[in-house]
């Protein structure tokens, strides 16, 4: 597992030193990360880390202060994207309906080959979907690598637990 942005080559999306805010309110500070062409790749954070500011960043509804986007992103799945952007797909939905949604996501991505970026809460679907993880905490990228290895990191348990010991 790194803390830097792994080597992807010919991104869909990718994001270098990226600062955004609201305001006087900065919610990313130097963020970096890359998604390769057919990949699913995770960003998992607790409430506030600065997901949905990603996504924001990344699809041009929020302008960053600092650092580089460069995106290939169709404007309407009409037109043959190469990447989607989810922010939290499962949110309000049980586990059998997140279930389901996983297997349809795994299928249309397999059948039209275009990337996903899922931006989650919920782990249990970020395990069983993606093979690649980004953790952002209070606006820093503070992990990444192998879902497996991100999930199970000193990192994601600090992130998401703080110093609570976790009986093991």
Do not use: C, W
């Amino acid at each position: 597992m790194s803390e830097s942005t792994p080597p992807v080559t010919e991104p869909v999306l990718e994001l270098r030193g990226v600062s955004a805010g609201y305001g006087p309110f900065r919610a990313l500070f130097d963020v970096s990360l890359a998604i390769g062409a057919g990949e699913a790749v995770a960003l998992v954070g607790p409430n506030g880390a600065g997901k949905t500011t990603v996504a924001r960043v990344a699809s041009g509804l929020v302008a960053p202060t600092g650092g580089a986007v460069l995106v290939e992103v169709g404007r309407a799945l009409m037109t043959q994207p190469r990447l989607v952007l989810l922010d939290e797909p499962s949110s309000g939905l049980d586990r059998g309906e997140t279930a389901s949604l996983a297997k349809t996501l795994r299928e249309v991505q397999e059948d039209r080959g275009f990337a996903i970026l899922l931006v989650e809460h919920d782990i249990e679907l970020v395990a069983s979907f993606t093979t690649r993880s980004y953790l952002l905490d209070f606006g820093r990228m503070i992990a990444s690598g192998a879902t497996a290895e991100v999930m199970a990191s000193r990192e994601m348990r600090h992130a998401y637990l703080g110093d609570l010991e976790v009986p093991t």
